[in-house]
């Protein structure tokens, strides 16, 4: 697991928190010792420790070595996916979209191979998530597919 999926203590929330509001107020990040009057921390060292560890966290970062180049990381810019396991909703939805996509094909008058392919990612991608069951359940109607473009052909 890495640095960057532990989420802040209390008080590095708080730091984050007096940052992003800093920055709002006055368009730069805030010094140290602003930091450290601002929280009611009894050293600047306190206050490097904790920017310190949320910089190795993944939660903030400087852009360059200067003074007030402090930058809170968004939840956007966070790496969000920590597994290939798939939730039971998502699971749903991923089948709907599937779902979708056959149908869509099976409505063209002419099927395109390019679409087809795009099939076959999709039913792979399921099989990589682990949905084997889902996977497995779209093969004949793949198939079915593929038929047609090959009597098309004929």
Known sequence: MSDQTVRPTKKQRELLS???VFIGEHGYSPSYREIMNGLKYTSVATVALHVNNLIKRGHLRKRDRS?????VVTLSEEVKVKTNSVKPGEEKWLVEKVEYFFAQLEQQAVKEQARID???VLIGT???LGLEGAAQSFIPRLS???????DEVQ
């Open 18 to 20: 007096f940052i992003e």
């Open 126 to 128: 399921l099989k990589i």
């Open 67 to 71: 003074a007030r180049s402090l930058e």
């Open 118 to 120: 795009e099939l076959y």
């Open 144 to 150: 079915a597919v593929k038929q047609t473009i090959h």
